[in-house]
Structures are given as C-alpha cells and as structure tokens.
C-alpha cells in the first residue's frame, strides 16, 4: 500500500517557540492531505485540510494562524505549530488519500514545556 | 453533520472470546465506512471497509457489514486473541466512492484488552 511518513516522530520543545512537522507521500503524489489532533485515550480530530497550491482548509474552532499548513508539493505538506504553548502538547497524525482510502501517517508526539 | 457513535470502552475480554463493538453512523448521502486499529506504540492501520450498503468488510478474522437499515458498521471477530489488544476506531468518508479527497470522521476509539 501507499506510505505516509511524517518528521519528526516525536518532538520536545520550550513554551513560546515554533514547531514544524513534516508530512511526505513516499511513493505516491497528493494533491490532498489531512491533518489530525490526537490527545490521549481519545479519537482523532480533523483540524485542517491541506490543499496543494492553495489555501488550506480549517475545521471549526481550529486557529489558522496558531496551525499553519503549508502544502508545497505533491508529496509535502507542513504543520507548523507556531507559539506553542504546554495545551498543544498532543500526537498529531497525517493522512493522504489514494482513491477512497487514507493512509496515515505514523504520527509526530508533540511535548511543550 | 456527519458522525460516527461506537461503544465506549474499555472492553475486557478473555482469549477466544466472541467480539462485538457496536458503531452506528449519520450521514448524508452513501458514506463509505472503515474500521482502523491502533496497536500500542503505532500508527492507524485500516482493518477493513465496506463501501456500500449491504457490504461486508473482513481481515484478519474481524467482519463488519454495511447496515444502511439501521445505519451500522458493527466490528465483531468470533475467537479473540492478545494480539488484538488495541484501540479500534469505526470511521466514515464523508464523500462518495469515486472522491478521492474524502476526509475520514471518527468515532470516539474502542480500547480492547484481551487476557491470555
């Protein structure tokens, strides 16, 4: 099946600064990749649809500007997580779809302090 | 809007033990439904699917069939093991079949514990 990979797996960073978090298509091309919030022992939360050469798309109560998403190819897209604070602290999890499938990334274990 | 309602957990079974999590659907139009497990330490993994209704979707001994009737996609598997101790989640597309932008809703997670 396709592969999704995301960088970092797991990331540790101070309150206030900015965080980046990759997600690659290995071996397929997407035009559309998902970005979701996971917090622990619960489901999954679609937070923003990224779109490749336009704006991405975001769920109600999901702040824009705090979660940017940056689609810059067909195999990439961005979550930049910017003044993190310790509430951002979560797994968060990315999705490409090919046909009517997704496959997910294995996920980047954000840590502010 | 659309949504996915599962049975909360956590479930606790012994090993061979019949499964059933319950998971009912609301949706516009002809979602597709899928079941994805969480191993410990891992990333989703799509289990399996149905993509209409009456469908059946079945792996690794876990079925669930395409009620639109009565708008469910129950997980059952007839003889548990410890390896299936994970988290289960029941999901929908929100487009149909032919989308290929389709964004996946998900229920709220079934954890399941299998004693040896």
């Known amino acids: 099946g396709a592969v999704v990979s995301q960088h970092p797996s797991w990331v540790i960073c101070k309150s206030g600064t900015s965080v980046k978090i990759e997600c690659r298509s290995l071996d397929f091309q997407a035009t559309t990749m998902f970005w979701y919030r996971q917090f622990p022992k619960q489901s999954l939360m679609l937070m923003a649809t990224s779109n490749e050469g336009s704006k991405a798309t975001y769920e109600q109560g999901v702040e824009k500007d705090k979660f940017l998403i940056n689609h810059a190819s067909l195999t990439l897209s961005t979550l930049t997580v910017t003044s993190a604070h310790p509430e951002d602290s979560s797994f968060y999890i990315c999705?490409?779809?090919?046909?009517?499938?997704?496959?997910f990334g294995p996920g980047t274990r954000l840590t502010v302090l | 809007g659309n949504s996915v309602t599962q049975m909360e957990g956590p479930v606790t079974l012994s090993e061979e033990a019949f499964l059933t999590i319950n998971c009912t659907y609301t949706a516009t139009g002809y979602p597709s439904l899928f079941w994805y497990v969480q191993y410990p330490g891992e990333g989703l993994q799509l289990l399996l699917k149905a993509t209409k209704a009456d469908d059946k979707g079945s792996n690794k001994g876990f079925e669930a069939t395409y009620r639109k009737e009565t708008t469910s996609f129950h997980l059952e598997k007839g003889s548990v093991q410890v390896s299936d101790s994970a988290v289960y989640f029941c999901a929908l597309s929100d487009q149909g079949s032919h989308s290929s932008a389709s964004k996946i809703i998900f229920g709220s997670g079934t954890r399941l514990s299998i004693r040896p």
């Open positions: 999705s490409a779809p090919v046909y009517n499938e997704q496959f």
